[in-house]
């Protein structure tokens, strides 16, 4: 032990003696270092699949890639980023079936695929067959080995069901932005598949017009379409296959999951010991085909498969090195799943664009999520290109403490570049200043035309969706700014590109209801000098609100973190209210309906942590959680659902404990980790959000004071292994084993004083 780590158990010890901290209990300390061995390292099945729902995620950067092994085939979906159609469908880029000919996988006894972790791969293995399936994490390559003891022929089939023009059928909108309002006549076309010798490349490029041209008019914004973003036109998506020891064979028909296809064959030209084949893929908005094949070519003339493997597992070993939680016992298979789910969102670490919340990377075919949904595989509810911001946050809040903050980059970046096109909004239906975000938003920024409503009177403000569920729901945006702050103080980040971004969320609220105000009557402000949130909404639930409890919470964080004092002196308190004698938070000052099942008014406990444990008022938040009628009418564990958050910011370690359980119990599929659908689609990556949060939350919080709980609402019967992150770049390694602490590493070790521990 040296002499650093001696002084930091001084400092902790006096403090505990100065009884100073609740509930403590005896704490031994020691000084060990961990990494992996405290995470899951593997993830094993010892025998093949029935269909893509049994399925397997490996990916890396941002490509995701569903593996099975059905009938003796090895089989695997390839889906990358950012790959939307014309109609905003999240393409995937096909599936690839690998079959041997000595066909070791069927019927093998010894049959084992498995998932490891620590290096970000899948092997497959049966008698003396291994197969390596893993991608690179910094260049959008995907490459599969096949090892034998002797020499074995094999092909390589890439399967493609948009060989032809497919017509969009009843119910099949939903995966692109037209949902239930498609036009007459509307198809996803074609993509070009072109065959040499050892290779077969595959592309969809989108027309100059798209969804994107479609909801531009929609919205009466075709004065400034030439100042709008627009990521669709031309975009093209695709890849490449090859091998030098492959040669085309020919093609050939078939059907999968109710979806017919066409398979172009790939041979080895001579049985081997060792095998391989690449696919390389590009997504990008080129002037021509042609340049795109040059991008396209040149990643995969940089590919060196020994260094590129070795920079992938060293990125894999650094991620999980950041953060871990091994819980023991009856209860491991909740730590086991946080793990695998934290992964998945890994594979999505250098993306363009944000984790979907309706599957991410990992959709399979949808007629096994849903019996009556017998579409394509690039079909998912809720769209591809519209991002649900409510859902959104949910995938990203739990990267601050489990250290992932460059994943969260992404769906920053999300809003930076649509940043202008919300401006415009304000600017073109308002005359103001400030960013108007919806909630159902585009890819570009505007809200999805079919919620925007394609049957609007011509009176209705055109900057409001003519929606029961989205009207005047704005607020969503600040939780997304908020995240940017905090990490600047969880990670060190530079947040200085952001700024213009946060000022202009802000300013919009201050603006827009100001404005709203002035065509009422005279004043801008109430007597008290208090904006008038008017009509606004809390979340979906509690439509025409006055002062929103959610939004009001939210405008406090942001400007108390910001220092903006002026402007926080205008933002109304939190509405309270009395039932059955109790103070509780209000959803709102009034509101005229309940539309949807969320609890915002408990969203001042989370997101906006302005109640809960070590902060004032603790009693009114609880009795929100326990007395409010419909917030104990909504309470569930299901899809995006927060009571397991709420109950572990609240310090309710019974409650916390029986949502957890529920939230992150084994997933109705073959891998754990596949929630869903929940509200949404499978894989649900808001049920996975969720319940990493509320794990996190039950572990350690802080406080504005700079104060860290260790154990707020952790069962003293699960032992448990963590390492996560705080505020002030700082990272705790703890131990709870047999009812007993054991503080193991806290960085920077001047952060040791502000432990408290509540179990």
């Known amino acids: 032990m040296t002499k650093n780590n001696h002084s930091v158990i001084s400092e902790i010890s006096a403090l505990l003696k100065s009884g100073t901290k609740p509930l403590c209990l ?31 995620p490996c990916g890396g950067g941002d490509v995701g890639l569903n593996v099975w092994v059905e009938n003796g085939d090895l089989l695997f979906y390839v889906s990358k980023n950012g790959a939307f159609d014309e109609n905003n469908t ?70 493609n069901w948009r060989h032809s023009d497919r017509p969009i059928v009843k119910g099949e909108g939903q995966q692109n932005s037209y949902k239930w309002a498609v036009p007459l006549g509307l198809l996803t076309t074609r993509d070009s598949i072109l065959v040499a010798d050892n290779a077969v490349t595959f592309f969809h490029r989108n027309p100059a017009h798209t969804v994107f041209d479609v909801t531009v008019a929609q919205q009466g914004l075709v004065g400034v379409k030439s ?69 396209l070519n040149k990643t995969a003339a940089q590919i060196n498969t020994k260094k590129d493997r070795a920079q992938t597992i060293a990125w894999w070993k650094a991620f999980w090195n950041r953060s871990f939680i091994h819980i023991d016992g009856d209860a491991a298979h909740i730590s086991r799943n946080y793990t695998l789910f934290r992964y998945m969102l890994g594979c999505n670490a250098h993306s363009d664009w944000p984790t979907r919340f309706n599957g991410g990377l990992f959709t399979f075919d949808p007629v096994f999520v849903d019996s009556t949904a017998r579409f394509t595989p690039d079909y998912r509810k809720w769209g591809g290109g519209t991002y649900t911001a409510q859902n959104q946050r949910l995938v990203y809040w739990p990267m601050l403490k489990s250290g992932d903050a460059d994943l969260m980059t992404p769906q920053f970046e999300f809003y930076n570049r649509i940043l202008k096109n919300a401006e415009l909004r304000s600017c073109t239906y308002w005359g103001h200043g400030g960013a108007c975000f919806a909630e159902q938003i585009e890819n570009f920024g505007l809200p999805n035309p079919s919620e925007y409503g394609w049957k609007r009177p011509d009176y209705f403000d055109k900057g409001v969706e003519y929606n029961a569920w989205l009207e005047y729901e704005w607020e969503t945006a600040l939780e997304f700014c908020q995240m940017i702050l905090e990490t600047r ?10 700024k213009p971004l946060i000022e202009s969320v802000v300013r919009f609220f201050d603006e827009h209801y100001r404005y709203l105000a002035q065509r009422r009557g005279r004043k801008t402000l109430d007597g008290d000098g208090h904006l008038i949130l008017f009509p606004a909404s809390a979340c979906e639930t509690y439509k025409m609100a006055n002062n929103p409890a959610s939004t009001i919470a939210g405008l406090k964080r942001i400007l108390m973190t910001l220092g903006n004092d002026s402007l926080l002196k205008t933002i109304p308190p939190i509405p309270l209210r009395t039932v059955n004698g109790l103070t509780l938070i209000a959803p709102a000052k009034t509101w005229e309906r309940v539309n949807n099942v969320e609890s915002p008014q408990l969203y001042p406990v989370f997101p906006w942590r302005l109640y809960g444990v070590g902060r004032d008022s603790l009693a009114i938040a609880r009795n929100t959680y326990f007395h409010d009628p419909d917030a104990l009418k909504f309470r569930s564990h299901t899809g995006w659902k927060q009571d397991n958050i709420f ?100 960085y920077p070790q001047e952060r040791a004083r502000d432990i408290e521990m509540y179990l």
């Not at 197969?131 to 995907?142: Q, T």
């Not at 296959?241 to 028909?253: D, H, P, Q």
Request: hydrophobic share 40%; net charge positive.
């Open 26 to 56: 005896f704490l031994t300390w020691f000084v060990f270092w961990s990494s992996l061995h405290a995470a899951e390292p593997e993830y094993t099945w010892t025998s093949p699949s029935r269909n893509s729902s049994e399925s397997m």
């Open 90 to 159: 999240l393409l995937k880029q096909g599936r690839f079936r690998v079959r041997l000919s000595s066909n070791p996988f069927q019927n093998a006894r010894d049959f084992r695929q498995t998932l490891k972790l620590n290096e970000g791969h899948i092997q497959i293995s049966a008698g003396a067959v291994v197969m390596g399936i893993w991608v690179d994490v910094f260049k959008p390559v995907i490459h599969v080995e096949i090892q034998s003891n002797r020499p074995i022929s094999y092909e390589v089939r890439y399967e």
């Open 227 to 295: 100042e709008l973003y627009n990521p669709l036109s031309h975009l093209t998506s695709g890849g490449k296959m090859w091998s030098g020891n492959l040669i085309f064979a020919g093609t050939e028909n078939g059907v999968y999951a109710d979806t017919d296809y066409r398979a172009w064959i790939f041979k080895s030209k001579k049985a081997a010991v060792k095998q391989s084949f690449s696919v390389a893929l590009e997504v990008s908005q080129s002037s021509s085909v042609a340049n795109w094949l040059v991008a």
């Open 489 to 498: 103080t969880y990670a060190q980040a530079d947040i200085s590109k952001y």
């Open 647 to 746: 109950a572990s910011c609240l310090g309710l370690t019974d409650e916390a404990t029986r949502l957890t359980q529920l939230k992150l119990a084994n997933g109705p599929y073959r891998f754990p980790a596949f929630w869903g659908p929940g509200y949404d689609w499978s894989p649900d990556h808001n049920w996975g959000g969720s319940g990493m949060i509320g794990l996190q939350e039950m572990l350690l919080q802080t406080t504005d004071a700079g104060k860290i709980l260790l154990f707020p609402a952790w069962p003293r019967a699960w032992n448990v292994h963590f390492k996560l992150h705080a505020p002030q770049n700082t990272t705790v390694e703890a131990e709870l084993k047999d009812g007993k602490v054991k503080i193991i590493q806290v």
